[in-house]
């Protein structure tokens, strides 16, 4: 039974992912409302952009600065 669930999630992540990051931020909505919910799905999105360029290897400043000056405000 676990095997067959293992193979299943494993054809299907973006899927589960997609999934559970939508339970949790409903979660996160109910539990502290709208706006505070708004940012606190900001902060981690922040947190996973940051955590990501340090796995990469990559200067975060650096990032910053091309994804400032590549958008046009």
Do not use: H, P
């Amino acid at each position: 039974m676990w095997q067959e669930f293992k193979e299943i999630a494993i054809k299907n992540k973006g899927k589960l992912t997609g999934i559970l990051t939508g339970f949790i931020v409903s979660i996160i909505y109910l539990w502290l409302g709208f706006i505070k919910g708004t940012f606190v799905v900001i902060c981690i999105g922040v947190g996973f952009f940051i955590g990501k360029r340090f796995d990469d290897d990559k200067d975060f400043m650096e990032s910053l600065k091309n994804l400032l000056k590549s958008k046009d405000f």
